[in-house]
């Protein structure tokens, strides 16, 4: 009786990890099904519960470090670089004073005409050369 226990709970990890797999679609638990795949061949060999589980724990360690890196490259998650990266740590004029309370405030960087906030909180004048310092959105955060 315990056998037929054993079946249906090593069939049972093999379905929730695979649908936890399917719903997230990160490749979170694809290693623990293996690992139960693996389990429910030793129970089928006859092992014992806690040979059952020592394969499960094993082989589920031994397919993530085999994975892992081979998933890592494919999920690339880098952010891309865009153009408008290439104005961070350069120059910029105020065309329209920075006040972060208000808030109002532009910048002409790179030839375009962009919305600006100070990095500092301090207000900056029409006029005023800044220098970028990063994008948040589509605005610029530039310091004097």
């Known amino acids: 009786m315990a056998d037929v226990k054993m079946y249906v709970v090593w069939a049972a990890l093999i379905v929730a990890f695979g649908v936890l797999e399917g719903i997230t679609a990160q490749l979170v638990s694809i290693w623990f099904v293996i690992g139960a795949i ?4 030793a129970q089928i060999l006859g092992a014992t519960l806690l040979v059952q589980i020592l394969v499960f724990i094993a082989v589920s360690i031994i397919a993530l470090l085999i994975t892992r890196p081979l998933v890592r490259k494919k999920l690339n998650t880098q952010a891309e670089k865009t153009n408008a ?8 004029v105020v065309i329209e004073t920075i006040d972060n309370l208000a808030p109002t405030g ?14 500092s909180g301090e207000t900056i004048p029409e006029g005023t050369v800044v220098t970028v310092q990063k994008i948040d959105g589509v605005k610029l955060i530039v310091k004097q």
Do not use: N
């Open 106 to 119: 532009q910048v002409k960087a790179d030839g375009k005409i962009w919305t600006a906030r100070s990095a």
């Open 85 to 92: 990266d290439r104005c961070i740590g350069g120059e910029a």
């Open 38 to 41: 693996a389990a429910l061949v």
